[in-house]
């Protein structure tokens, strides 16, 4: 059974700094793992899709990186702003019968400070 | 590209009430369609999928059903409510086959009093 990990839970930063946010799974064979922000009280949207094939995904000052021999899956963000401030999520989908079954992390808070 | 809408966005209701939320989509035609449920301290959980009309599959052994009477319509339902059943939950659908981006509803959220 698929577990999705991410770390840190919560983290809090001032305006400007470049950030990771961490997603460890421990099935490696996925089909592609997503990014979503929740931003409080709303549904997800989706960031950056990374396919198993893939290394890494670039969205403006998003980049999502996979490795899936590790089971490890980065996400950073560059120059933060107070906009960043939610709650970010990583899934992962085992494709093939599971597909768009996604096994979600617990997510980490951002928060950025201005 | 796709819109999924949810309704109610909120609702109270009392245990034993019957429940219905409702998801239809917009933009795409024959989408894979999901029921997740996110309560607090447990995370995002896969309720249902449907890969058509009539298609129903449970992840979970629960309280509660879902159906699909149209393409783009997605139902969630319960005869009586637990306490348990309380949480923010979001339909989702995945068009183009698998792998590709899943796109999430604004959520409803249930309490359970």
């Known amino acids: 059974k698929q577990e999705v990990t991410q770390i840190p839970a919560a983290l809090s930063v001032p305006e400007g700094e470049n950030l990771v946010l961490n997603c460890s799974f421990t099935d490696s064979a996925i089909y592609n793992l997503q990014w979503f922000r929740q931003d409080p009280g709303k549904g997800l949207t989706s960031l950056l899709l990374i396919q198993s094939s893939q290394r890494e995904q670039t969205s403006g000052r998003l980049n999502a990186s996979l490795d899936k021999s590790s089971g490890r899956s980065t996400l950073y963000i560059a120059a933060s702003q107070p906009g960043d401030s939610a709650t970010y999520l990583c899934a992962a989908d085992a494709g093939g019968t599971s597909y768009g079954k996604l096994t979600f992390g617990q997510g980490t808070i951002l928060t950025v400070h201005p | 590209s796709q819109t999924i809408h949810q309704w109610p966005a909120t609702l109270v209701q009392p245990v034993g009430s019957p429940l219905s939320l409702e998801c239809t989509v917009e933009g795409t035609s024959n989408p894979n369609l999901y029921w997740y449920r996110q309560a607090a301290g447990r995370g995002l959980q896969l309720l249902f999928y449907?890969?058509?009309?009539?298609?129903i599959s449970s992840e979970v052994p629960q309280n509660l059903s879902a159906s699909r009477p149209q393409d783009r319509q997605f139902i969630l339902s319960s005869k009586k409510l637990l306490l348990s059943d309380s949480g923010f939950y979001l339909c989702a659908c995945q068009t183009g086959g698998s792998g590709n981006t899943i796109y999430f509803g604004e959520g409803s959220w249930l309490t359970v009093v």
């Open positions: 449907s890969v058509g009309i009539g298609q």
